[in-house]
């Protein structure tokens, strides 16, 4: 029971204000962006942990390979920052980022078909992601469609 329903005095109306309605905002990390960013904050920490690793103990051994990881891992982290912060620019940002994942995963993927030899060791992106079920490949084709799913909302 409200103060003004005990004194008997009528509730007045809320005030009308003649401001157009706003388009609400899209947040990128909900519903199924949030499993987006879940996905990329495993592939942070693990491209990241794996590079690190791999650097300090054996950096001679396939430093391309260590580095291009470590490079996947600054890509994951910098997407998943972006679905998390939201709005315009980081959604741009992020489908830049996916774009440029896509390309990479493509990039060594094929690379380490059509010469092995060049990566003694594998990465995040070696043969399309195979040593990670392919989620590398995957990821950044989800993301696009998600990220530009967002700009139409």
Same mark, same amino acid.
């Given at each position: 029971?409200?103060?003004?329903?005990?004194?008997?005095?009528?509730?007045?109306?809320?005030?009308?204000?003649?401001?157009?309605?706003?388009?609400?905002?899209?947040?990128?990390?909900?519903?199924?962006?949030?499993?987006?960013?879940?996905?990329?904050?495993?592939?942070?920490?693990?491209?990241?942990?794996?590079?690190?690793?791999?650097?300090?103990?054996?950096?001679?051994?396939?430093?391309?390979?260590?580095?291009?990881?470590?490079?996947?891992?600054?890509? /994951?982290? #910098? !997407?998943?920052?972006? &679905?998390?912060?939201? $709005?315009?620019?980081?959604? %741009?940002? +992020?489908?830049?980022?996916?774009?440029?994942?896509?390309?990479?995963?493509?990039?060594?993927?094929?690379?380490?078909?059509?010469?092995?030899?060049?990566?003694?060791?594998?990465?995040?992106?070696?043969?399309?992601?195979?040593? /990670?079920? #392919? !989620?590398?490949?995957? &990821?950044?084709?989800? $993301?696009?469609?998600?990220? %530009?799913? +967002?700009?139409?909302?």
């Amino acid at each position: 029971m409200r103060d003004t329903d005990r004194t008997g005095a009528p509730a007045s109306p809320a005030p009308q204000h003649d401001t157009p309605p706003r388009k609400q905002q899209f947040e990128l990390g909900t519903g199924p962006g949030r499993v987006l960013v879940w996905f990329y904050g495993v592939f942070t920490v693990a491209a990241a942990s794996r590079s690190i690793v791999e650097m300090i103990l054996d950096f001679g051994k396939a430093p391309l390979a260590y580095v291009l990881s470590a490079v996947a891992a600054v890509v /994951y982290g #910098f !997407i998943t920052y972006s &679905l998390v912060r939201g $709005g315009d620019k980081a959604r %741009r940002a +992020a489908l830049v980022c996916c774009a440029a994942e896509l390309a990479g995963v493509l990039i060594v993927g094929t690379w380490t078909r059509l010469e092995p030899s060049a990566f003694p060791d594998s990465t995040v992106w070696s043969g399309f992601g195979m040593g /990670y079920l #392919f !989620i590398p490949v995957i &990821l950044p084709v989800t $993301g696009m469609i998600w990220l %530009r799913r +967002a700009r139409n909302a």
